[in-house]
């Protein structure tokens, strides 16, 4: 089996970014204390807030993420041989949105799966596309994780009276932000010694771990719509052909469950102690703010305690993305020197759409890029129509 490391990521957020307070012009105040549990500050969206026409769309956000992860990588786009794309908003139901960025990439031919999923999606994408590396199918692949959420928001408050607008349907608008984040993976042989191969040391991509809890339960999070859930004249009787559900309450009991088992998970099938985590990228909120969800709910576990000061995260400042939110942290750490070769770095994203947890332990190898590499990959190039 060959060694596949992350040899590089990028990220793209659309737009200037939003704050609280432009959120309040547009679709009323929430209180303080229900702000302080978001903790979301700004966030970025491909519509224009004002009028719900969309900038970019998803499969754009995921090139623009794609290119800039291939700069900094060193890596030519011909080189890609594998496009994994995680989102739970695609463009379209079909084609497939993998599909639509390798067009959009100038790829003619090359692999292309979807995951559809939220925030777990990202993290599963990068697991598939390590098990094909590590085969020796391919060598270089590309992951992305990119999510559309505003279109979702917009019609909440559009020609709406804010009065009017409850609170409930309040919190989702300040939660959700959207965005890609994307890597580059690539394979290499174990290097060997008078013909024999000497057994590679763990870098790059080690073992994952990943379930869905929520067999017996009701989804924390849907999208309602626009399925085969239910006759299409039926559907398009709703007051929304589209809506996003939040069951904010459910959420809230259950999250720190599926923390503490996904934890638990990936340390256990790394063999690995939480002392020996340099960096947790957990981006479902602040580890103060987590430490005392999984208090009051009973699952402060000795691997929490443990782990808890070692957590990066940006959902301060853009939101809860879904399928981009791992990538977008790990982007964010590793482009501001967060992250170093030889670093254990615990990748963890909680869905809770029906429950689920996607874990993954990487032995980080990439270097941190230059200012001279940043500079040139803020302009990815143009977008391909």
């Not at 940043?374 to 143009?382: F, H, L, T, V």
């Amino acid at each position: 089996m060959r060694q596949v490391q992350i040899i590089g990521t990028g990220s793209f957020l659309p737009g200037a970014p939003i704050t609280n307070a432009e959120l309040e012009c547009l679709v009323g105040p929430l209180p303080p204390d229900i702000l302080d549990g978001i903790q979301v500050r700004q966030r970025h969206w491909m519509i224009d807030p004002a009028t719900g026409e969309h900038r970019v769309n998803n499969s754009e956000m995921a090139e623009l993420a794609c290119r800039q992860a291939l700069t900094l990588s060193g890596v030519d786009v011909s080189a890609v041989e594998l496009l994994v794309v995680s989102t739970s908003s695609p463009d379209y139901l079909l084609p497939p949105m993998s599909s639509l960025v390798q067009q959009r990439l100038g790829l003619t031919r090359c692999a292309v799966i979807d995951v559809r999923s939220g925030c777990a999606g990202a993290v599963e994408a990068l697991d598939i596309a390590a098990m094909y590396l590590a085969n020796g199918q391919y060598r270089t692949a590309l992951v992305v994780g990119s999510e559309a959420i505003s279109p979702l928001l917009a019609p909440v408050y559009l020609g709406a009276d804010i009065d009017r607008i409850r609170m409930r349907d309040r919190i989702p608008i300040y939660s959700f932000g959207d965005g890609a984040g994307a890597a580059v993976l690539q394979s290499s042989e174990a290097p060997a010694v008078d013909g024999d191969i000497v057994p590679a040391s763990p870098r790059g991509i080690r073992k994952s771990a990943f379930a869905c809890i929520g067999g017996d339960r009701n989804p924390g999070m849907q999208v309602i719509g626009a399925g085969t859930h239910a006759p299409i004249h039926a559907q398009l009787r709703a007051k929304r052909l589209v809506e996003l559900s939040v069951d904010v309450i459910e959420s809230a009991k259950y999250t720190p469950h599926v923390i503490a088992e996904g934890l638990a998970a990936v340390l256990a099938g790394n063999q690995l102690a939480s002392s020996e985590v340099d960096v947790c990228i957990l981006p479902e909120g602040n580890a103060g703010y987590l430490t005392s969800e999984l208090r009051e709910s009973g699952m402060l576990t000795p691997q929490w305690l443990d782990i808890a000061d070692r957590i990066q995260e940006n959902l301060a400042v853009v939101g809860a993305t879904g399928s981009a939110a791992v990538m977008l942290a790990m982007d964010s750490a590793w482009k501001s020197g967060r992250l170093a070769p030889g670093d254990r770095v615990l990748l963890l994203a909680i869905e809770t759409s029906k429950w689920i947890y996607a874990g993954l332990l990487v032995e980080w190898t990439a270097p941190t890029p230059t200012a001279d590499a940043m500079s040139r990959a803020e302009s990815p190039g143009p977008v391909n129509a």
